[in-house]
T-cell receptor, first 119, second 109 residues
């Protein structure tokens, strides 16, 4: 059974760095073809893809946010970590982590965690 | 970065009717790496279609995907009450980013 769960602060202040952890089970990120992505969704708005890390430790980032994002993995702990620097109120959103098998779309999603940016 | 445009923004239909949703890419999507997702309020998205036309596990056959290159379509042959939701397309074939479209809301007429 595949599960993913996001954890991190619910509230961050402007200019701070956000660190989110995705803890997953039911699959291994060392399996060829396996990937984990981060996606966010501001309240009432569309999905926005942020970053992806694959089984080979290759990393991909949103063009518009790449200077602020870092994605990493700890395969032994079944965790993927996303950091986003210089947070702003417009970054208020539900942040999802999700699994993708290469070429097959995002098939499992976490429940999401709402992050509010406010002073 | 590949930009996806979805049309229409909102589709108002009755149960039993056919829904046709469009997703257009600003440049060709590699290997038809195009997926469709359904999202209901308060829920995470659900994968419907990947590879432009392959149904994900457990997805009813009233959902079908087609297209290649820059033009893709999601068709729901006969709308069921549970199909009223927001639908997103996503391309995942570009190393410059795996972008989502802005979504199409299918609501009850």
């Amino acid at each position: 059974q595949v599960t993913l769960r996001e954890s991190g602060p619910a509230l961050v202040k402007p200019t701070q760095t956000l660190t989110l952890t995705c803890t997953f089970s039911g699959f291994s990120l060392s399996t060829s073809g396996m990937c984990v992505s981060w996606i966010r969704q501001p309240p009432g708005k569309a999905l926005e893809w942020l970053a992806l890390i694959d089984w080979d430790d290759d990393k991909y980032y949103s063009t518009s946010l790449k200077t602020r994002l870092t994605i990493s993995k700890d395969t032994s702990k079944n965790q993927v970590v996303l950091t986003m620097t210089n947070m702003d109120p417009v970054d208020t959103a539900t942040y999802y982590c999700a699994r993708m098998f290469f070429g097959e779309g995002i098939d499992y999603w976490g429940q999401g965690t709402l992050v509010t940016v406010s002073s | 970065e590949i930009v996806l445009t979805q049309s229409p923004g909102t589709l108002s239909l009755s149960p039993g009717e056919r829904a046709t949703l469009s997703c257009r890419a600003s440049q060709s999507v590699s290997s038809s790496y195009l997926a469709w997702y359904q999202q209901k309020p308060g829920q995470a998205p659900r994968l419907l279609i990947y590879g432009a036309s392959s149904r994900a596990t457990g997805i009813p056959d009233r959902f079908s995907g087609s297209g290649s290159g820059t033009d893709f379509t999601l068709t729901i042959s006969r709308l069921e009450p549970e199909d009223f939701a927001v639908y997103y397309c996503q391309q995942y074939g570009s190393s410059s980013g795996f972008t989502f479209g802005p979504g199409t809301k299918v609501d009850i007429k």
